[in-house]
């Protein structure tokens, strides 16, 4: 019975950090977050910090790895809505991250520690996850082909490329931008639901 007050405490206290992380990840450049602020945060001491997560990059990659989560999360809650309205909601999601964490998102996707290779591993699995998800939507539960594979891969890159490029300039509303991202991938989906 301690012992499991004690995980329960200890899983309270390694959330609060990550939610303290994910804010500072969210909204400052990688190198500039402090551990130190981010235990503060938490209302916790830095050596709590190195209990739960071992280092910074640690940190981050659990915080990157929550919010990969999340949007698998998403993905399953949407099960047995219509193609379109799972559609609309992960990128409703996958928009949402990075506009508000749009120093994260510009971390792992734009370089920096996008080039580690735990966090190219993080980016790799989300990327076949989602892959997958949209054959599936298109009612392909057969394997890739090569040729599949490839134009999965481009839609991906021009959702991380469209999305970084909005955030540079933010010259069109984000209902614009969420329109077009749908409307390549259904154009996806329509190719491949019959192939």
Not at 6 to 14: H, L, S
Not at 72 to 99: C, H, N, P, Q, S
Not at 173 to 186: M, Q, T
Request: proline share 3%.
């Amino acid at each position: 019975m301690a012992q499991a007050r004690r995980n329960k405490r200890g899983e309270a206290q390694r959330q609060e950090l990550l939610e303290a992380a994910a804010q500072r990840f969210a909204h400052e450049p990688y190198d500039q977050v402090s551990l130190d602020a981010i235990a503060a945060d938490a209302g916790m001491s830095r050596p709590s910090l190195y209990y739960y997560f071992g280092s910074k990059r640690d940190c981050y990659l659990a915080v990157i790895e929550s919010w990969g989560s999340q949007m698998l999360i998403t993905a399953d809650a949407a099960k047995g809505l219509g193609r379109d309205d799972v559609v609309a909601r992960l990128l409703d999601t996958y928009l949402d991250f990075a506009e508000n964490s749009e120093e994260a998102y510009r971390t792992v996707m734009g370089g920096g520690l996008g080039n580690d290779p735990q966090v190219q591993a993080f980016i790799n699995q989300w990327r076949t996850r989602f892959s997958e998800l949209i054959m599936h939507l298109a009612g392909r539960d057969a394997p890739v082909t090569p040729a599949i594979r490839i134009q999965l891969s481009g839609f991906l890159g021009f959702i991380e490329g469209a999305t970084l490029d909005w955030l540079d300039h933010r010259d069109v509303p984000r209902s614009d931008l969420s329109a077009l991202l749908r409307d390549a991938g259904k154009q996806i989906m329509l190719e491949h639901s019959q192939a």
